[in-house]
């Protein structure tokens, strides 16, 4: 066993399932803590003092994003811009009979209008207006921002590559983060690519996977010019150079694919981004917390280096032990503990249990890091008392 690691030395060996001094726990998500600190260093350096591994991610996010007036709540990375021959109009309209006000927004592009409404619910966080990307928007949706084939010349309006000052500024804060990182000796993360996630934003989840099977050719085009703006937006992060890549897989599962779908639409995308991301001398992170298990073979074929998100909660189909058997030297694991039912509403004893149940089944071996999936938000005394076992149950068992 070598001894002492550094956290970035210990993170990159376990995902190379290479030798390490112990089990990493790194939280995938901690925005109750995130929300504590001024910038992405602080809120590495307090991970750090708590006893975890941590990592820096890229772009620099000093404060969390406001999304009242954000166009990707839910797609961390570069800026998402329009061109400059595009209007955005955001309208409410308040009805007495309805239950909610309706949202509406255009936009007026050189390619064609686009449209879109959502029920303002009570628990809305955008303000009066529907922003491009967030999980809000897909269940309140009652007029999809894209239908068919004839939206997609327009929606090449919407997805742009970054300004030169947009580049400019990444780069000026990627070199204070980049001598942050090596000062704490953490490994650097790309974020993030998406492909199904961002068509479902886009189009729904239903109406997209039926239209898989109906208009599959409208689909396909899609596809397409989602993933050239994702490869023009992660060669510009890659081209920093990024220990790993985090690709968002939340909802490229068979909760909404079957196998044969996933390998002729999502497969070969995933394959091309990987080849880019080793190329760059990157690893390659898929996240993905449900119905994976019919996809692991997809995730070895495509070369993947990582799969976030493993849980036991969330996915109570989940075969853990057939998950680490699989993916064995192949595909390191990031998870094993639910981050909500377990760490945000259960008791220390039970926080302990479900820690213990991750390092019997995922530890040996090599080639986990420990993590609740997906995320920590409360920051009450007992949640607080339920990360301070995990930890405590975690250096017990490491």
Known sequence: MPDRMSSRERMLATISHQDTDYTPCCFMIYNALRGQCRDQIEFAQRQLDMGLDAVMGFPVRDTERDRSASEQGDLHGLPVRFRNDVTVEDWRQDEPAARYPILHRRYTTPAGILTTSVDRTEDWVQGDRIPLFDDFVIPRASKRLIAGTDDLPALRCLLTAPTDSEIAHFRQTSQAAKKAAAELELMTVGEWSGLFDIACWLCGMEELTFAALEHPGFVEELFTIISEW??????????????????????????????????????PDLREEVRRCHQADTK?????????????DNYIEAGIDVLIGTDPVQDSRADLPLTKQTLADKVAIWGGVNGFVTIETGTPDQVKDAVSDAMRILSPGGGFILSPVDNVVDDSAATRANVDALIQAWQDLR
């Open 230 to 267: 994702n490869r023009t937006r992660q060669e510009i992060v890659l081209e920093e150079g990024v220990d790993l890549y985090i690709r968002r897989g939340w909802y490229e599962t068979t909760d909404f694919w079957s196998p044969a779908l996933y390998e002729h639409f999502i497969l």
């Open 284 to 296: 390659l992170a898929v996240i993905s917390t449900s119905s994976f298990t019919p996809l692991l």
